[in-house]
């Protein structure tokens, strides 16, 4: 079965750190670029981070969305299959649940776009939630 899970979430005080994984199976994340997406009660699901595959030719690896820059940062292990989001400095304001997703795109660089039918594959989700 072709899949996405996500894990690592959980409850966090105010400024601790939680860290995100995205494990593929029944593909190989290699030539995929990986986006990590939140959704608030109430809210717009929200581009918070992505990864351009390894084999992407750019300068730009990597994209934050504004809100984390400087507290996120995003890795991938290619031989784990399994793509990371380190979450530092947490804020109430990052409480969601965090979603990955793929999208075959072994040439491209990363774009956090937010459209469902822009990926191949989508996780179910993890919930992250920071409150005292």
């Known amino acids: 079965q072709l899949q996405l899970v996500e894990s690592g979430g959980g409850l966090v005080q105010p400024g601790g750190s939680l860290r995100l994984s995205c494990a593929a199976s029944?593909?190989?994340?290699?030539?995929?670029?990986i986006g990590w997406f939140r959704q608030a009660p109430g809210k717009e699901r929200e581009g918070v981070s992505c990864i351009s595959s390894s084999t992407a030719n750019t300068s730009a690896k990597t994209k934050f969305a504004d809100s984390v820059k400087g507290r996120f940062t995003i890795s991938r292990d290619d031989a784990k299959n399994t793509v990371y989001l380190q979450m530092n400095s947490l804020k109430p304001e990052d409480t969601g649940v965090y979603y990955c997703?793929?999208?075959?795109?072994?040439?491209?660089?990363?774009?956090?776009?937010?459209?469902?039918?822009?990926?191949?594959?989508w996780g179910q989700g993890t919930q992250v939630t920071v409150s005292s």
């Open positions: 029944g593909f190989t994340l290699d030539l995929y670029y």
């Open positions: 997703a793929a999208d075959f795109a072994p040439s491209r660089t990363c774009v956090l776009d937010t459209n469902f039918g822009s990926w191949d594959y």
